[in-house]
C-alpha cells in the first residue's frame, strides 16, 4: 500500500527515532526506501543496528541533495501511495492507518496529508495547530487557500500517478532546490489535483536538530535566495501550464510575496529584497502594483511598505474566509 521515502543526510542522532516510529505503525502494509545523500556520519551504521522487522531497501549516491534523494526513492518504489518521511522526524502509531482511511474515503485526491506535532527535541516541549473547523475530521480541502496552514513534509503522502505527472521525467521535487522544494512538488500537485487534509496530529516534527534552516544565520540565508527565486517562478510557470488555473493560487501568491518583503523590511534587510524582485520572472511580478514594487527596495518607504503590506494581509484574510 505505502512505500516510505527517507532522504538520509547526516542523521545518526535522529534515524533510529524515525524508524522506531514506523516499527509502532497500526498499519503494516509498507515498504522502507533510505537514500543516503552521501552522509560523511556513522549514520548508516547507525541505521544497520536497528532492528527492523520490516521490508527496507537502502540505497546510496553522491550527494545531490534531498530533492534528488526523495526522487530517487519514488522511482524505486513497488506501491502506488508514496509516504514522506524526513530523517529526523516521526509518525504517531495511527498514521498509517488513518492516512489508508483517507485514502479509501477520497480516493481520487492526488494527495493526502495530517497535522504535526512540533517538539523541539532540547526541551521536550511540544504543541499543534490545527484549524477549528477541521479538527478530528478528515475533508477534502483547497490546499492552495493557504499552503503555510498545510501539514509539513513528512506528514504527506502522495500518489505516485499524480507526482508523475507534474514531471515526466519523475523530478517532481526540482533537483538542486535547496529550499521551497517541498512547496514546489505540493503547489503543482494542487494545480491538477485534489488534497485531503486529516484533522489530527499524526506527524511528529523535530525542531532543535542540526543542519536545519531555523537555525541559519542571515547571510547563510541570503544564500539561498536563488533558490527562492526559482521556486516562485517554477511554480508560477506551472500554473501558467496548468489547465484549471486556479485563481486562489494567485490570491495567496500575492500575499505570499508580500510577507516575505514584510520580514525583510522589519530587519531592514533590504539586500534581500532587491534580490527576490530583481530576480521574479515578470509573470510573477506582475502580481504586485507598480507602485508597491518602486517603493519596496527604498530604506525611506520603509513605513509605508510596512502599513501598505498590513493593509493587504487584512484583506486576503476577509477573502480567505469567504
Not at 127 to 154: A, F, N, Q, R, V
Request: positive net charge; proline residues 3%; charged residues 25%.
Amino acid at each position: 500500500m505505502f512505500s516510505i521515502i527517507i532522504p538520509l543526510y547526516n542523521k545518526s542522532l535522529t534515524i533510529e527515532r524515525t524508524i522506531l516510529s514506523l516499527m509502532r505503525q497500526q498499519f503494516d502494509v509498507f515498504e522502507i526506501i533510505i537514500v543516503d545523500d552521501g552522509s560523511t556520519d556513522n549514520s548508516l551504521e547507525v541505521l544497520m543496528a536497528i532492528e527492523i522487522n520490516k521490508e527496507m531497501r537502502i540505497v546510496r549516491q553522491e550527494n545531490s541533495g534531498v530533492s534528488a534523494a526523495r526522487n530517487h526513492g519514488i522511482s524505486l518504489a513497488k506501491y502506488e501511495y508514496i509516504a514522506l518521511l524526513d530523517a529526523d522526524d516521526e509518525w504517531e502509531p495511527n498514521f498509517l492507518k488513518l492516512l489508508k482511511l483517507a485514502i479509501e474515503k477520497f480516493p481520487n485526491a492526488g494527495f493526502w496529508g495530517a497535522s504535526s506535532w512540533h517538539r523541539n527535541l532540547l526541551t521536550s516541549e511540544q504543541s499543534y495547530h490545527i484549524t477549528p473547523k477541521y479538527k478530528d475530521k478528515i475533508s477534502l480541502i483547497e490546499y492552495l487557500l493557504d499552503p503555510h496552514d498545510m501539514p509539513h513534509t513528512s506528514a504527506m503522502v502522495l500518489s505516485k500517478k499524480h507526482f508523475l505527472q507534474i514531471d515526466p521525467n519523475g523530478e517532481g521535487f526540482p533537483v538542486g532546490m535547496k529550499v521551497c522544494e517541498d512547496w514546489a512538488c505540493f503547489y503543482r500537485l494542487a494545480f491538477i489535483s485534489d488534497f485531503v487534509y486529516i484533522g489530527i496530529p499524526l506527524g511528529i516534527r523535530n525542531f532543535n536538530v542540526a543542519g536545519q534552516i531555523t537555525g541559519l544565520s542571515r547571510e547563510q540565508r541570503f544564500a539561498l535566495m536563488p533558490h527562492v527565486v526559482n521556486f516562485y517562478n517554477i511554480t508560477y510557470d506551472s500554473w501558467e501550464k496548468s489547465i484549471q488555473k486556479k485563481a486562489r493560487y494567485l490570491n495567496f501568491l500575492r500575499f505570499d510575496l508580500r510577507a516575505r518583503i514584510f520580514a525583510s523590511l522589519k530587519i531592514d534587510d533590504f539586500k534581500t529584497i532587491n534580490y527576490l524582485l530583481n530576480g521574479l520572472n515578470k509573470n510573477v511580478l506582475s502580481q504586485l502594483s507598480k507602485f508597491e514594487i518602486s517603493m519596496y527596495g527604498l530604506r525611506k518607504f520603509k513605513l509605508l511598505s510596512l502599513l501598505y503590506i498590513a493593509g493587504t494581509k487584512i484583506v486576503w484574510k476577509t477573502k480567505k474566509l469567504k
